[in-house]
């Protein structure tokens, strides 16, 4: 048995809860202490975290770290989401905070924070794998903005950040100052406005008949953890216009639950009109849920069913389809990447992770051209940087921006690429996913999937790859030349093309 | 039904009043000539002391809100003063009534029991004389401060609730004519017992005297230039409701220390005068304390009958006392298994004072030792003197487990006492909590988390009555040990939450005031009406201290009216009516007073035959429902059902203790001519634990409420 503590650092409460965690029984909540303070007021407003707020958290933090110990706990992570991520003055207050409490806090990029979101989510197997067989769309709300995740069958297509999270929206309005009934007029065109765009690039041809609400207290406030249409609508009408101690006291939740569940409801509304949503499930789960789950994971507590590396795949081929690129293409490219990549694993120490990221930017490799042909590459940086690969940290993300920046214009040196975060480390994973991706694209140079099958041989220091193809190979060779002298410099293995006759 | 309107005010009783019913029913106990001598003192003195804190509080509160000019109606239609007025007037009754049973009722009783209690100075022997003169020189000089008022020194304050003699001196030199008198004072010291023995007499007859007629005798020795005119002791009650404004309060600590010491110089609400007092006296003493006439009571004998609590404690007379009552042994616990062994065999319902307190102290004392257990957590409202608890919790907090305490500040007239053990477990390195601001704490719930092989688990206990091992032997007071995770959970969140953090996002079975727990008994109530509308079989059977929130007992009458049979067992104050007719027909009330003070709340519900029984620190009164952090906890397990609906059945069985509710307000007891078993509860209770002590077997099983030796159900006589 293990206890963890998982301490989450959000825009509008701090929780610690302590899970245990044994191979029988699972993860089980043992405690949930929640302190209920607004850090995203201060950031959303004044774009930093002020002293008083610091002070307030580092007492509530040293109270959590008096009580995690009081159970022995044998880990913990403290985590802290979009507040802290968009704070000017994160350095200094993190700082403190270590100063204070000698804790160190993890700020989560969006994306991670979402996957460990939705983690939390597939840990509850039996009703998510139900779930999810129908369109299922994720909605997790935090105090700065909300994600939204669809399904397709049971696979993560697509995830899409909005910055319409509850807190922020509540003060937007507070600052308008206008009655309940203008209240709600004024926040539905705000929200619908932006749902209008996310209908068209992602609702069109889908059919979401569940939605998933994660990340906010609906569930705490109707008493249960599934709606269906029409409750939720009653639902709604019902406390919309209702004063905050009225509709505290008929929820019986704390008022100050009821400032912020006022947008999301206004949110899933909206939601509910943009897609021909049945049922709603609000399985009260939070980030601690998903950090639980995390480290049960990681330190192999658990057997886990579903494979969220599938996820992430499945979310890059909708986002490369959606920019256009050769499925037919990828599919070589992938194959061939693949089959290097394993023959070269062992000497090269490349882990998991690596041909998950590599895998992603194969499929992500073409995405530039639809932006422009001649500086693809650079577009392709931009529009990935710019992408929401939930399960992707913000260095994963960079890294594939490279490696397919990198497949159509020469590597450039460490000190002139990507940002403040890319580490040595990084730059040489960039270096050699990108010899690999080079190589594999110049196999496919026709786009015409000329050859049928290939096979990797590894012999020494030379990788001979086979195609097997009777069509005229000359421009894959004249291409792959080029790029095997790069392959070459980066692992000291020169690549050898052969092909062979299949008649 | 058609529409009725329940909330008349001519449906309701006035708070006050009936609670100056439930005094008359303790006196009640004190005039019972069948009651053992010595137990009727100590009714007499209940009464008394009851008194003095009705007027500190309740009719303080009435009077600020006279001054407040508020004019809003309680809910049988009273304004403040109107309440004040009757109130005067009844506990001028009473008092009447307490000492013409002293004076005419124990006092000659107590003379034929060979004690002799001599009311006058004037009636000593010389001998005696020279033995209470002896005995002021010796020890009560010393310590006396006599106090004079002239025109250079102001009238002195005279604390709270102290005995005191006034006197009017004169100058012993005055040679003119017109010779004035001035106002002296001196406090009787509290320091020295109140009741001074004198030697026995031939007979062995034993004779007290008591302190402030000494005083009086020699009150010449303190004023010796001066002639005495005349002396007599007086007693002022203030107003002592402590009124915190939270919102402003920094540190509720010092808010309450400093609140303490101004509880002695609250507005004089009551003046007790001996009746024979001289006018020019009294009339310095109303101008000097601002009172009407209407709160002076001229008092038939000594002021402040709480003494006679001491006189209880006399040695000697044993066979004029109720024969002391050993709580017995817990049958679940008689083994050597340890206490978390034998609560993970299956809850265990404690009732006390039948059964002793020990699990309860056991149950923090072996979590300090046990190497297992990671965490205590306890609220803690009124403590002992000694507490065994606080010790064994500071011992915990020393062998490294982590221990929090809420030590609830604002019980009343017990601040200062928990202020002391509040900085004694910080010292100790336990984690103090002082409350929620604006509630009270008035739950009982002890926590202990240990950490088992297979994973944590919580034991949990939960009771009716606070943590406090004295009061446990006279208070009967329910208890309830368990390990169910359910409740295991909803504990960990009951601490979170009066540690300041957020209420949990829902409870499995906790049922917690002030946010959930109005909203579930009306439910509760209104399911049974719901049943009784459908021509179901429909019950509720109800014990606590009070009823007096109006909501609760609307939704009692619209019950009774829909024809649910509700019985209800209210020691204390009870603002229902019984029979009004379409309304509260199905309704009775029984109010039990006895040797123990009945302190439980159960709560049950027929439902259909899905029978639910509840326990929990509330009553049916505003202020529990409102104002304070409540828990009222179902039973789950069908024996301790069962164990827990006997105690209701046995006290709605009592013919001898209890006193039946009447249509007009009053209380009468049950007329035992032709009642062919007579049962005392309490005394039956005794006796099934001492049983069920000597042969640990299910208490359940051994009787279906036939009291098969019928010994200590006849009469006393």
Redesign the interface.
């Known amino acids: 048995m293990k206890l963890f503590a998982a301490i989450d650092i959000g825009s509008y409460e701090v929780e610690m809860k302590i899970f245990q965690i044994t191979s029988g029984k699972g993860i089980k909540e043992i405690d949930c202490v929640c302190h209920r303070m607004e850090l995203g007021k201060d950031v959303y407003r004044d774009g930093r975290i002020g002293v008083e707020m610091t002070d307030e958290l580092c007492r509530v933090l040293n109270d959590f770290v008096r009580i995690m110990k009081g159970y022995r706990v044998d880990d913990w992570r403290v985590c802290a989401t979009s507040a802290v991520r968009e704070a000017g003055n994160q350095l200094v207050f993190l700082d403190r905070v270590k100063r204070h409490t000698g804790l160190e806090v993890e700020v989560l990029s969006n994306a991670s924070q979402r996957f460990m979101d939705y983690k939390s989510i597939a840990s509850r197997e039996n009703e998510f794998n139900r779930i999810i067989q129908k369109g299922t769309a994720i909605v997790d709300v935090g105090g700065g903005s909300i994600q939204i995740s669809l399904f397709d069958k049971d696979r993560l297509v697509a995830s899409q950040n909005m910055k319409i999270g509850n807190l922020r929206l509540r003060e937007r309005m507070m600052n308008e100052g206008v009655s309940l009934k203008h209240y709600e007029t004024l926040l539905t065109e705000v929200v619908k406005n932006e749902f209008l765009s996310y209908k068209k690039l992602y609702l069109k041809d889908r059919v979401i008949s569940n939605l998933i609400v994660v990340g906010d207290h609906i569930g705490d406030a109707v008493h249960k953890n599934v709606m269906t249409r029409a409750d939720f609508l009653n639902f709604y009408d019902d406390m919309i216009y209702r004063s905050d101690e009225d509709a505290a006291g008929r929820c019986e939740v704390p008022e100050d639950v009821i400032s912020v569940l006022r947008p999301s409801l206004v949110v899933y509304r909206c939601f509910l009109e943009a897609a021909d949503v049945e049922n709603i499930w609000m399985p009260g789960l939070h980030l601690t849920d998903g950090m639980a789950y995390e480290y049960a994971q990681q330190n192999q507590l658990l057997k886990l069913v579903h494979d969220f590396d599938e996820d992430i795949l499945a979310a890059a081929r909708n986002a490369a389809k959606r920019y256009q690129c050769s499925k037919s293409h990828i599919k070589v490219c992938e194959d061939l990447a693949v089959g290097i990549f394993d023959k070269i694993k062992k000497s090269q120490g490349f882990d998991d992770r690596d041909r998950l990221l590599l895998r992603i930017a194969v499929i992500l490799h073409g995405c530039g051209k639809f932006i422009s042909l001649s500086n693809a590459g650079e577009s392709a940086y931009h529009i990935i940087m710019a992408m929401d690969i939930i399960g992707l940290s913000e260095e994963e993300k960079e890294i594939v921006a490279n490696v397919v920046k990198y497949n159509t214009v020469p590597l450039e040196g460490y000190d002139k690429i990507g940002s403040s975060r890319m580490t040595r480390e990084n730059y040489l994973t960039i270096a050699k996913l990108t010899a690999i991706l080079g190589v594999v694209n110049s196999l496919d140079r026709s786009h015409k999937q000329k050859s049928k099958e290939a096979k990797q041989i590894l012999h020494e220091n030379e990788l001979v790859i086979q195609l097997y193809s009777d069509e005229d190979l000359s421009l894959e060779k004249k291409e792959f030349a080029k790029k095997a002298e790069f392959f070459e410099e980066v692992f000291s293995i020169r690549p050898v093309l052969r092909q062979k006759k299949m008649m | 039904m058609g529409e009725m309107d329940l909330k008349k005010a001519e449906y309701y009783t006035n708070r006050e009043l009936s609670w100056l019913g439930f005094n008359n029913r303790i006196l009640g106990e004190a005039r019972d000539a069948s009651l053992p001598l010595f137990e009727r003192l100590k009714f007499l003195s209940i009464t008394a002391s009851n008194l003095d804190e009705f007027f500190m509080i309740r009719v303080a509160s009435l009077k600020d809100m006279v001054h407040a000019g508020y004019t809003k109606k309680d809910i049988s239609g009273m304004t403040a003063s109107e309440q004040l007025k009757k109130i005067l007037k009844e506990t001028h009754e009473l008092v009447d009534l307490q000492y013409s049973t002293y004076n005419r009722s124990l006092i000659p009783a107590l003379k034929k029991r060979g004690l002799k209690i001599i009311s006058e100075h004037e009636s000593l022997s010389e001998e005696q004389k020279k033995f209470v003169d002896a005995y002021f020189e010796e020890n009560v000089y010393p310590v006396l401060t006599p106090m004079a008022m002239d025109s250079s020194r102001p009238f002195p304050l005279i604390r709270n609730k102290t005995l005191n003699i006034g006197a009017l001196i004169c100058r012993k030199d005055g040679k003119e004519k017109h010779k004035t008198l001035d106002f002296a004072t001196v406090q009787v010291p509290s320091v020295l017992p109140r009741i001074v023995e004198l030697p026995e007499g031939k007979d062995g007859e034993k004779r007290v005297i008591l302190l402030e007629e000494i005083i009086e005798r020699n009150i010449g020795q303190l004023f010796l230039s001066y002639d005495v005119v005349c002396a007599h002791p007086y007693r002022v009650m203030r107003n002592a409701d402590l009124s915190i404004d939270e919102d402003e309060a920094e540190d509720l600590l010092k808010e309450i220390q400093k609140q303490l010491k101004k509880r002695q110089w609250g507005e004089v609400i009551r003046l007790e005068i001996e009746g024979k007092i001289d006018k020019r006296l009294l009339d310095i003493l109303k101008e000097e304390f601002a009172v009407k006439d209407s709160d002076v009571f001229e008092i038939g004998g000594p002021l402040d009958l709480t003494f006679l609590m001491k006189l209880y404690g006399m040695e000697g007379f044993e066979d004029c006392k109720v024969k002391k009552y050993i709580p017995q042994p817990v049958p679940a616990l008689m083994n050597d298994d340890s206490i978390f062994a034998n609560i993970r065999k299956g809850d265990i319902l404690l009732h006390h004072p039948y059964m002793t307190f020990d699990p309860v102290v056991d149950f923090v004392k072996q979590a300090a030792k046990d190497p297992n257990v990671?965490?205590i957590k306890q609220t803690l409202y009124r403590v002992s003197g000694n507490s065994p608890i606080i010790a064994a919790l500071a011992q915990a907090a020393e062998n490294g487990?982590?221990v929090s305490v809420l030590v609830e500040l604002k019980a009343r007239f017990d601040e200062e006492n928990n202020i002391i053990w509040a900085k004694k477990l910080e010292k100790a390195g336990c984690?103090v909590i002082y409350g929620l601001v604006g509630l009270k704490t008035h739950s009982k719930i002890t926590l202990v988390?240990r950490?088992e092989e297979?994973?944590?688990r919580r034991y949990v206990h939960l009771g009716t009555g606070n943590y406090n091992d004295s009061t446990a032997k006279l208070y009967t007071d329910c208890g309830l040990l368990t390990c169910a995770e359910p409740i295991g959970e909803d504990a960990?969140?009951v601490f979170?939450m009066l540690?300041?953090?957020?209420?949990?996002?829902?409870w499995n079975d906790l049922i917690v005031a002030p946010?959930?727990l109005r909203?579930r008994f009306l439910r509760l109530i209104e399911r049974e009406k719901n049943w009784a509308l459908a021509g179901k079989e429909a019950h509720i059977i109800a014990k606590m201290n009070s009823l007096c929130d109006r909501e609760i007992i609307e939704a009692l009458y619209a019950a009774s009216a829909a024809g649910v049979k509700i019985e209800l067992i209210i020691r204390g104050i009870c603002c229902l009516k019984v029979g009004i007719p379409h309304i509260s027909e199905n309704i009775s009330v029984r109010s039990i007073v006895g040797n123990f003070l009945e302190h439980a709340r159960i709560f049950y519900f027929y439902n259909d035959g899905a029978e639910e029984l509840y326990m929990g620190s509330a009553d049916w009164m505003p202020r529990n429902l409102d104002k304070r952090v409540e828990i009222v906890f179902p039973l789950k397990d069908e024996k301790i059902k069962q164990q827990a609906k006997h105690i209701l059945d046995i006290q709605l069985a009592d013919n001898l203790k209890a006193h039946i509710l009447q249509p007009d307000g009053s209380y009468e007891k049950i007329d035992k001519r032709g009642k062919k078993m007579l049962i005392c509860a309490q005394d039956y209770f005794c006796e099934e634990a001492v049983k069920n002590a000597k042969q640990p077997t299910d208490p359940v099983l051994d009787h279906v409420f036939i009291p098969a030796e019928a010994g200590i159900f006849s009469d006393r006589d």
């Not at chain 2, 300041?500 to 996002?505: A, I, N, R, T």
Request: proline fraction near 4%; aromatic fraction near 8%.
């Open positions: 990671l965490a487990k982590q984690h988390v950490r297979d994973g944590i960990t969140a979170n540690s300041g953090y957020s209420e949990p996002k829902h946010i959930w909203k």
